[in-house]
Every structure is written in structure tokens, then in C-alpha cells.
């Protein structure tokens, strides 16, 4: 999330509340990420987050149309006439985000651009201005800009489908193809981290007819476990999916399916909302916000893990090595082995102790 300061809003967001007078009609805005915006502006229209916990908190606004990130079936073409893209943080997904601002322009929209000056928005403009060469910055404030183009060009169709990529994940000679949308985590090759805990996964195999890939991204973890056991003509898992990301949801989605993986990915912001017991999980889970080193969300999922794992059950997770987590992990679930150490990350090995 962006840092805020006064209000408790992003600044971004009190940045854009300053600057209301460049609103009007119908409204759209892309990328909100505190569900408290929509209180503070008289307006209503369409709120996209592509957080699943901004979203749910988004849906409970009455007269505000919540979508959640860059595929659901509420959004329609052409119907706003203003539309406010706040900056996020990977440059890639700028691209794709003005891209669906288009698609969504009624003709002579206003198109809204803003964002922190730390988060890079002077860089972004160049961006902007390649759809939108008439914006001008419109003013300064709360360590952002706002900056305003009238009347863009529409674009029409925009499909979250037409953003993806693929790529291949090879480890310990099992190899699977990998789904990519601007913004997700490691879209360029398979994670460090992620190695590791699949080269501990292919010497000591977890043997559970269920899992729960906690935080699970593109799904790289899910299709490579049962890519590997179908080659040893092993009894093949269910592997469940959880992720915050719009992104990461599609992208996995799509991964089970190229790799006829078996599982059910679910968008949700950590464990909220969760149900079932599993055999073991398994997760290489965030450890940052933005740029910011933040693991108080790995804490949290620590913390609840027990209440889905099995008595008995084993959770398995890679992190970078200097990350506090193995005396939290006795804390919350049981004794740790540690499968791996090098100088960047361990993958630790708990059961559930009762
Ligand atoms: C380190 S990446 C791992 C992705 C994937 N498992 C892999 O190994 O390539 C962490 C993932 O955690 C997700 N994430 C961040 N905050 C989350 C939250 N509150 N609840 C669920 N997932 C979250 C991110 O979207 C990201 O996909």
C-alpha cells in the first residue's frame, strides 16, 4: 500500500480528494487502494482494486460499482467520463492499467493520472503522454502529482487475456509452463526462493493427497508438485491456491489450466475468509509492501496456518534467510527443521504439533 499520512488515505488518494474539481460525470477509478476514498468523494461510478482485501471493502459501498482488478464481468466499455488511474507500482502494469482506462472512456473522457514522487511518477509520465500527449501536470500535492489529459482517444476491447505471457519453470528435471501479467511477482523466470523449496519438495516429497499453496502467485508451485509426481507415477495431489493479486489469480488460473493442474485458486487477502483443513501447506509467502520490507503479513498467516492444517499436518515454506520466522513458526504450529539454509533463503519444515 502507499504511504499516508494525515487522513490515514494514501497519499495518492488525498491527493486526487484536493483536486476534486477535475471530476465529473461518470467515474471510474483504477487501482484504489483504501476502500475509504469512496466515503470521501460525492460522486459514485465504478472502483477497481486489484487487492482482494480493498475489493471486499469496496463492495460494501452501495452506490459504487466494485471490480475486482483487470478481469470481472463489470467492466463495460465506454461508459466514463472521468477516469482516475492511480500509479502503480510496477511500470509494466501502467501500461495495461492506461490500456484499460481507454476501454473504458466515454467519448471526450477526462483521463486522471496520480501518484507518489517517490513511487516514481515523473517517470511515468512518458507513459502517459505515449496514449495521452495533450495531459498537463494539474498541480503538486501530498508528495504527488496529479496530471490531466482531456478528451483521450477510447480503445476499444480491452481483455486481461491479451496481457499475458508465458514462460517456462524448470527444477530438479520437471519442467511447467508459467502464466505472466504485468505486476506479478517474478514474471521473468523462476524465483530463487521458489527453487528452493521445490529442490527440498523433490527430495523430501510431502506425501498428502491435499494442499494449500499459500500466497501462490502465478501458480508455479501447484503445477510443478503434480508435474513432478505424474512423472514419478506417483499419486497425483489437489493443490488449492491462495493470492491477493487480481493478477496472480488469473495467471494461476491459467497456469492449472495449460498444466492440467488440479486445484481451486482463491483470491483473498491472507486467511480471511478461508475455509477447510488441509493435509499440509506449503508457501513462499510476501515480505514486502512496495519496496518496503513487511512481513507482519507472513506473521499473521503464521499465526492463523494452524486453524487449516490437519493435526499432524506439515506446513513447508521457503524465506529469505534473515527473516525472523523460525521461532514464530515453533510459536504458532510446532517443532522446525530447517530442509535448506544457504546466504539468501532457508525453507523450514513444521507439523502440527496438536
Ligand atoms: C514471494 S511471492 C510468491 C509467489 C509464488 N508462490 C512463487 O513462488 O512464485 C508472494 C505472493 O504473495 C502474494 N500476497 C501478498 N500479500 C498477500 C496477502 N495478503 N494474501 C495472500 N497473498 C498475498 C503476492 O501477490 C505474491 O503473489
Request: aromatic residues 8%; contains cysteine; hydrophobic residues 45%.
Amino acid at each position: 500500500m502507499q504511504s499516508s499520512s494525515g487522513s490515514g488515505l494514501p497519499n495518492s488518494h488525498q491527493a486526487l480528494l484536493k483536486n476534486q474539481h477535475l471530476l465529473s460525470g461518470r467515474l471510474a477509478l483504477l487501482g484504489v487502494a483504501s476502500a475509504h476514498l469512496l466515503q470521501e468523494l460525492p460522486f459514485s461510478g465504478l472502483a477497481m482494486s486489484e487487492h482482494a482485501g480493498v475489493f471486499h471493502a469496496l463492495e460494501r459501498n452501495q452506490n459504487w460499482q466494485a471490480c475486482f482488478g483487470y478481469e470481472d464481468s463489470v467492466l463495460a466499455q465506454g461508459n466514463y467520463d472521468s477516469i482516475v488511474v492511480f500509479l502503480p507500482k510496477v511500470r509494466a502494469e501502467l501500461e495495461m492499467r492506461l490500456a484499460l482506462a481507454r476501454s473504458l472512456a466515454a467519448d471526450k473522457a477526462r483521463l486522471i493520472l496520480v501518484g507518489e514522487k517517490k513511487e516514481g511518477i515523473a517517470g511515468a509520465i512518458k507513459q502517459l503522454k505515449a496514449v495521452a500527449p495533450q495531459a498537463f501536470k494539474a498541480d503538486s500535492a501530498r508528495h504527488c502529482q496529479v496530471w490531466c489529459a482531456e478528451a483521450i482517444e477510447p480503445a476499444s476491447g480491452f481483455r486481461a487475456q491479451d496481457w499475458l505471457t508465458w514462460g517456462v519453470a524448470e527444477c530438479a528435471g520437471v519442467t511447467v509452463e508459467v502464466a505472466g501479467l504485468p505486476g506479478i511477482f517474478s514474471q521473468n523466470g523462476l524465483d530463487t526462493g521458489t527453487r528452493s523449496l521445490l529442490e527440498t519438495l523433490a527430495e523430501q516429497p510431502i506425501r498428502a493427497d491435499r494442499l494449500l499453496d499459500f500466497a501462490c502467485g502465478a501458480g508455479v508451485i501447484g503445477a510443478w508438485v503434480q508435474a513432478w509426481q505424474a512423472v514419478r507415477e506417483e499419486p497425483v495431489a489437489i493443490i488449492d491456491g491462495v493470492d491477493v493479486q487480481s493478477q496472480a489469480v488469473i495467471c494461476a488460473r491459467q497456469t492449472y489450466q495449460r498444466n492440467r493442474t488440479g486445484g481451486t485458486i482463491y483470491a483473498l487477502d491472507g486467511l480471511l475468509g478461508l475455509e477447510g483443513l488441509w493435509p499440509a501447506i506449503i508457501s513462499n509467502p510476501p515480505f514486502h509492501t512496495g519496496v518496503k520490507t513487511d512481513i507482519s503479513m507472513t506473521e499473521q498467516f503464521l499465526q492463523g496456518v494452524k486453524r487449516h492444517l490437519k493435526p499432524g499436518g506439515e506446513l513447508r515454506l521457503v524465506a529469505n534467510s534473515f527473516l525472523p520466522y523460525e521461532p514464530l513458526i515453533k510459536r504458532y504450529i510446532g517443532r522446525v527443521e530447517r530442509l535448506h539454509e544457504d546466504s539468501r533463503f532457508t525453507v523450514y519444515r513444521a507439523f502440527r504439533n496438536n
